[in-house]
T-cell receptor, first 113, second 110 residues
Framework: EPEVTQTPSHQVTQMGQEVILRCVPI?????FYWYRQILGQKVEFLVS????????KSEIFDDQFSVERPDGSNFTLKIRSTKLEDSAMYFC???????????FGPGTRLTVT | RKEVEQDPGPFNVPEGATVAFNCTYS??????FFWYRQDCRKEPKLLMS???SGNEDGRFTAQLNRASQYISLLIRDSKLSDSATYLC???????????FGAGTRLFVKA
């Protein structure tokens, strides 16, 4: 069964550093998403991506964040100058253009110290 | 009013019980609706989409009431493995900003 994969599973970084979180969406999906879940809180939408551009972003997704599809398989989330409050689980998801059912990767736990 | 609202629970039920979760959403322009389950510190996993006509998948039944902006999930014959947090998810018409509810926690006990 096709699945979304994410690397790394856990990333520890120091405040002010840049991190890149990687995702490989399901191969025939066209829509890609990033979400954040702070421990004990709900899943929050960050950004959606279609046809090599951002289709929608939330107020959380400010200039500190960027997304890219550098090749035909990877989808990345870059967080510049990380802050303590960026510590969270980051989930990537992908969906098709018919059902829009989103399938999630296992997440990257980001810890900013 | 929250965009997507769920009873946080927890619901504590014995094995074999029937349990129902409710969810309300505030944006009448919402188009797509889903139920996900999330186990502790894991990713959300799609349970089912929710259609206006209602849909059933084994022990799970989902209903949508657009007039009342209300979604429900019914779990029959609960199993220990159903213990999880159930997330109500809403997507707007013509958009992708997917809104998750905070979830309803279910504990199924032997």
């Amino acid at each position: 069964e096709p699945e979304v994969t994410q690397t790394p599973s856990h990333q520890v970084t120091q405040m002010g550093q840049e991190v890149i979180l990687r995702c490989v969406p399901i191969s025939n999906h066209l829509y890609f998403y990033w979400y954040r879940q702070i421990l004990g809180q709900k899943v929050e939408f960050l950004v959606s991506f279609y046809n090599n551009e951002i289709s929608e972003k939330s107020e959380i997704f400010d200039d500190q964040f960027s997304v890219e599809r550098p090749d035909g398989s990877n989808f990345t989330l870059k967080i510049r100058s990380t802050k303590l409050e960026d510590s969270a689980m980051y989930f990537c998801a992908s969906s098709d253009s018919i059902t829009y059912e989103q399938y999630f990767g296992p997440g990257t736990r980001l810890t900013v110290t | 009013r929250k965009e997507v609202e769920q009873d946080p629970g927890p619901f504590n039920v014995p094995e074999g019980a029937t349990v129902a979760f409710n969810c309300t959403y505030s944006n009448s322009a919402s188009q797509s609706f889903f139920w996900y389950r999330q186990d502790c510190r894991k990713e959300p996993k799609l349970l089912m989409s929710v259609y206006s006509s209602g849909n059933e998948d084994g022990r799970f039944t989902a209903q949508l009431n657009r007039a009342s902006q209300y979604i429900s999930l019914l779990i029959r014959d609960s199993k220990l493995s159903d213990s999880a947090t159930y997330l109500c998810v809403v997507m707007p018409t013509g958009g992708f900003k997917t809104i998750f509810g905070a979830g309803t926690r279910l504990f199924v006990k032997a």
